[in-house]
């Protein structure tokens, strides 16, 4: 072989050789975007978009321990302690659409008390769009009224009916005044008045007519005025709250009373959230109202961190409420709040002293 051919053949095998690694370079994809959580602030804080969707998500809760001396519901309470631990998850979503956010809101709870644990407790579960709301919440009777003071114990005497499925309207003019009316449950609330009138009531057969609540109000400036009435289908009778609220400043205010359409019985809107063991067991109304019922307040912001509240009740069945707390954070989202209650039972000529400190952390 000449030298000429040597040449020849090891040029072709090289070129033959180089084409191979050629085929086989392997040629990096381009990087897929990436797509970051974007904020969603047209509803609020803490609110972000879910990946690929326009539904903005919002993820919260809390975690609470409390120790409770004695019970402001019960004279008879003989327990000296007890502690109770809760966990909520909230979750809620909004999305933008030709008729307004629709909104979702879900409340899941667990507890802890006396050894002893609950099983998972949908709290709140419901939909709204457009001003109506459907779904699991606390009763209109409270929720649009305001509830009956900024103290643990609020509902010694009692303000309302709590956690029932409703149909609900909610009207806001955009110059103060609003108003509500909601169709709720006869059977679903979590609250002692269940059945129309929890345990007080024999009738514990299925109705079929749900309750009705109405309220109007209107707000300017430092102050602002409500009235709710609520219609308890099975026991047939009702009760109507008014409210007035003022702010000054260096303080908050407020007072309402509320009207029994049948002061010798108890019903949703009108009853008792008193233990059965301090209610004559004959008139068990006694514990109740009667005609007429009066709640008060104060709450006093100290500093940016320190604010005393204090609440006074009484009905015109001559049971006495009074409570008292401060609530102090000592750094952002957690709250230390100990509060100390009196209740003066005349039915029972007993009286109740109880106390509780609570530790809570929200998100």
Known sequence: MNIKSLLLGS????????????????????????????????????????????????????????GEWYDAYNPNSKVGTLWHTRAELNVDTATDTEYGPLKTNMVLRWDWNDGGSTSTKLLFANISLGGFTVGKLDSQY??????????????????????LNQLTYNYDAGNGFTAVISLEDSNSSGSGASYGAGWWSDDKSNHYAPDVVAGAGFKSGAWGFKVVGGYDSIVEEGAIKARVDADFGAFSAFLMGGWNTDGDK??????????????????????GWGDWAVWGGVGVPINEKLKWNL???????????????????????????PEV???????????????????????
């Open 266 to 287: 108890l019903n949703k809107y009108a009853g008792t959230n008193l233990d059965r063991s301090a209610c004559p067991a004959d008139r068990p109304a006694l514990c």
């Open 11 to 66: 040029a072709a095998a090289l070129a033959a050789v180089s084409g191979a690694h050629a085929a086989d370079a392997i040629v990096a994809a381009e990087p897929e975007p990436l797509e970051y959580v974007r904020i969603c602030d047209a509803y609020g804080a803490g609110y972000f978009f879910i990946p690929g969707t326009e539904t903005c998500l919002k993820i919260g809760g809390r975690v609470r321990s409390e």
């Open 142 to 163: 409270n929720l649009y009224v305001g509830y009956a003071g900024d103290v643990i114990n609020d509902d010694v005497i009692y303000d309302g009916p709590y956690e």
């Open 311 to 337: 609440q006074l009740a009484y009905t015109d069945s001559k049971i006495f409420a009074a409570t008292t707390n401060v609530k102090w954070n000592p750094v952002k989202n957690l709250l230390i709040e």
């Open 341 to 363: 209650s009196y209740t003066n039972f005349d039915s029972v000529n007993q009286d109740q002293w109880a106390g509780i400190l609570r530790f809570e952390r929200s998100f």
